[in-house]
């Protein structure tokens, strides 16, 4: 359906409303973006601007009122509840500005999670999720529970987590909204490394111009759900 | 998801809410220990009642009644006695009455093995100085010998003319007597209480309606104690042993008595001929049963036979079951509900972790699973533990009340009776109450949107 094979995400007038009360709310409206696979793009704006909204619906998590979202060739925007729970497990990994750990689960068991919903067996995703913790640099860490983890630690495990069943898309919600400006230049730095040698394309909300400055790609700016601008390589 | 994964979920966080899972077990327990106590006791009084039936031989035998079929039944005192309806053609024997020769007749046919007469009288007895009203019952020796009667102290009298009585150990212990082997070779005493029946007779009933009052007058006879009979609980039926003191044929004759059990038998005279009230035939074998009764009908009397009933009786106890099972069903259905509302209660708590599972690709089938799992737990906890529950509950109780009969001469009796289905029945149906239970909380986890469940604090 993709007119250039080179896109990875393409949207087209994505629209989501939400209805509070009796009064409709657009968080959302009209949003055309194109997303060339192994790129690494910046979503910012103020709060309330609609950056969760466009991630949550790039994530699978939500679906859109108007407008089709197309990934990697199939049609977001026109999946089931089981095909879109499909699509989170092995397409789309996502991390956010609270981490969203397991509590009770040590960073290893976290990090499995994704990987038991694929049904992958207990030897292969110990393994599998151990070789992940290493890429993050946790590997001394995974018999730890995520309270007894720093911050950086935590959105480590996620980022691991995240990238369990190898998706082709790596979604950030706000991921250094929680740390510390030297915890926040790392984690940004792990997501660009990944994005350089494995090609993963990236999409980050963030409202840290630096940082953004720094890594991204490409920024797209939202303001009241609306795309403003969009600038670099495109 | 595999299957293993999703116990292994339902485990782990049945195990981080220890107190409030072992609460809803407890109610699952309660409610299956409530039910399986309630299933055995009926089991057990039906296992009671039919094993004393069984060994008392009653189903071989056949009450025969005067009264030819189509009279009216007209004996309120006859117990439970269902009259057979017959056809019209023995219309003509109407008036047949059940004397010694029709006794007689009645051991000729084939497939009988005896036929005694059931007679009763009512007497005062009394064992070194205490006194009870009783109906002494006659049996024949060959009878009194047999299992059904089954003397457990001393012996049963040899021959139809010996002089002594059998009396059972409840009777002994109302006496005074505590220890029935000790009873036996004491005196009984037996004072009957008689009419002069030829007045009655010549007078007709108006002198007796005309409140002139009985002729009576009492007369004592002594007779030692031959055999003392242990007491059988639900033996109560028909015959034989349903009176505390049995006597033989001969030395019976020679009591002056009442041969009434009640005034409905003064109306069952007919011209002035005395019958007996009913006589007890035993058969060879069951299989003897239609040709008996037809034979026996034939003679223009009625015919009772247990084994017809037996078919009632296990109705009566199916519905007893019901009713035991109904009462259990109560705490069955308030655990259930124990069990919805721990479930709820637990998607309110993991509202987030719901959210980060689907966020990570869990479907909907599972968390479904996930949550079915766990309700599915506690109901395979519960009902197990609630199935040593009901156990532990019946030995207690067959413990007191059996502690409490033990002082009235009651041997011990087991109440309740646990076959293995039950057990097993009891677990599948705990397990499938609370997976119908978890049906509704497991839909409701499935169905969180994950958007509000990651934003949620």
Known sequence: MSADPSLIVETRSLSRTYRVGDVRVAALADVTLAVPEGRFVAVTGASGSGK??????????????????EVGGALVSAMDREALARYRRFVAGMIFQSFNLVAARTALENVELPLIFAGVDRKERRRRAAELLDKVGLAHRAAHRPPELSG????????????????????ADEPTGNLDSRTSREIVGLLAGLNRESRLTVIMVSHEEALVREYAQEIVRLKDGRIVAAE??? | MRFAD???FALSSLRKRRLRTFLTASGVMIGIGALVSMISFGKGMQKNVTAAFESSDLFNT????????????DDPDERGAVAEEAGPAEAGKKDAVLDDAAVAGIAKIPGVRSAYPDINFPALVSLEGEEEFRLIQVVPAAVAGSKAVGVKWGRPYASDDEEGVIVSRILIRRLGATDPAAAVGKTLRITSVTIDLGQILSGGLQGLLGGQGLPVSREAHDFPILGVIDTKPFGGGPSPMQNDVLIAPVPAG??????????????????????????SVKLGSLGDLETVRTRVREMGFTTFALADQFDEITKAFYFMDMILAAVGMIAIVVA??????????????????IGVMKAVGAGDGDIRRIFFFESGAIGLAGGAAGCLLGWATSLLINRIVNFTLARQGVPFIDYFAFPFWLFLGAIGFSLLVSLVSGIYPARRAARVDPVVALRHD
């Open chain 1, 52 to 69: 969760s909204t466009l991630l949550n619906l790039l994530g699978g998590l939500d679906t859109p009122s108007a407008g089709t979202i």
């Open chain 1, 152 to 171: 950086g630690e935590q959105q480590r495990v996620a980022v691991a987590r995240a990238l369990a069943n190898g998706p082709r898309l790596l979604l």
């Open chain 1, 232 to 234: 670099g390589e495109a």
């Open chain 2, 6 to 8: 999703a116990v292994e």
């Open chain 2, 62 to 73: 056949v009450m025969v009644m005067p009264g030819g079929p189509g009279s009216p039944s």
């Open chain 2, 254 to 279: 020679r009591i002056k008595r009442l041969p009434i059990t009640s005034i409905w038998d003064l109306f069952r005279m007919k011209g002035g001929r005395l019958g007996y009230s009913a006589v």
């Open chain 2, 336 to 353: 259930a509900l124990g069990i919805v509302n721990t479930m709820v209660m637990s998607i309110l708590e993991r509202f987030r972790e």
